[in-house]
C-alpha cells in the first residue's frame, strides 16, 4: 500500500514562505505526475500545481509567479515552495501522486491526509 508523506504547512504571516514536500512511502516502481491541490473551508479542492514525469508543469493562474514546484525523483519527493503567500492561501494542501508499485501492471493515483497552511498576521 501506497502512503504519501506530507510535512511543512503551518501559521505564516502574509507576504512569507513555507515550503511543503511529499513522498510516498512503499515499494514504488514508477512515478508518474506529482502535484499539490487545495481546499480551503466551503469550497472544492482545486489544483495548485502539478509536473510530469519529465519536469513539465503547470499551475494555477493563482500559483503563477509566486508558487513553484519541483520534484526530485532520486527521493521520490515533490516539493511546493510558496512565496508572497497571501490570506486567501489558507487551505488544506494535498499531495496527489499517480504511480505503480512494484508488482502491478497499472498506475494508480493517491492523495495525501493534508496539512494546513494558514496566512495570516
Known amino acids: 500500500q501506497v502512503q504519501l508523506v506530507e510535512s511543512g504547512g503551518g501559521l505564516v504571516q502574509p507576504g512569507g514562505s513555507l515550503r511543503l514536500s511529499c513522498a510516498p512511502s512503499?515499494?514504488?516502481?514508477?512515478?508518474?505526475?506529482m502535484g499539490w491541490y487545495r481546499q480551503a473551508p466551503g469550497k472544492q479542492r482545486e489544483l495548485v500545481a502539478r509536473?510530469?514525469?519529465?519536469?513539465?508543469?503547470n499551475y494555477a493562474d493563482s500559483a503563477k509567479n509566486r508558487f513553484t514546484i519541483s520534484r526530485d525523483n532520486a527521493k521520490n519527493t515533490v516539493y511546493l515552495q510558496m512565496n508572497s503567500l497571501k490570506p486567501e492561501d489558507t487551505a488544506v494542501y494535498y499531495c496527489?501522486?499517480?504511480?505503480?508499485?512494484?508488482?502491478?501492471?497499472?498506475?494508480?493515483?493517491?492523495w495525501g491526509q493534508g496539512t494546513q497552511v494558514t496566512v495570516s498576521s
Open positions: 512503499g515499494s514504488i516502481f514508477s512515478i508518474n505526475s
Open positions: 496527489n501522486v499517480n504511480c505503480r508499485v512494484s508488482g502491478s501492471s497499472y498506475y494508480q493515483t493517491y
Open positions: 509536473i510530469s514525469s519529465g519536469g513539465s508543469t
